[in-house]
Nanobody
């Protein structure tokens, strides 16, 4: 079954932290690079962070130094540690693969709300 399940979102004050988790089916996780995306109301979905199968990460400029992506290959999981959160980080966060096959069907995402 092709599936992505995100969790860990919530509401925090500016400067706070959250840790997001994503469980992917083996079909999706496989030998793919994985990534976190976010979509704020009225805006397009954007790439936040990505990680290769070997653990090399890259980040959007807006989150560099604040967010850390990691993966657990044994359990088909991807994580996003978010520190020093800002109101502009408010969005629904999604994980997905980075593949020449394109993204897998999107999961429901997890809502992150940062209040000032």
């Amino acid at each position: 079954q092709v599936q992505l399940v995100e969790s860990g979102g919530g509401e925090v004050q500016a400067g706070g932290s959250l840790r997001l988790s994503c469980t992917a089916s083996r079909t999706i996780f496989g030998n793919n690079n994985m990534a976190w995306y976010r979509q704020a109301p009225g805006r397009q979905r954007e790439l936040v962070a990505a990680i290769t199968t070997g653990g090399r990460a890259n980040y959007a400029d807006s989150v560099k130094g604040r967010f850390t992506i990691s993966r657990d290959n044994a359990n088909n999981m991807v994580f996003l540690q978010m520190n020093s959160l800002k109101p502009e980080d408010t969005a629904v966060y999604y994980c997905n693969r980075e593949s020449t096959w394109g993204p897998a069907p999107w999961g429901q995402g997890t809502q992150v709300t940062v209040s000032s």
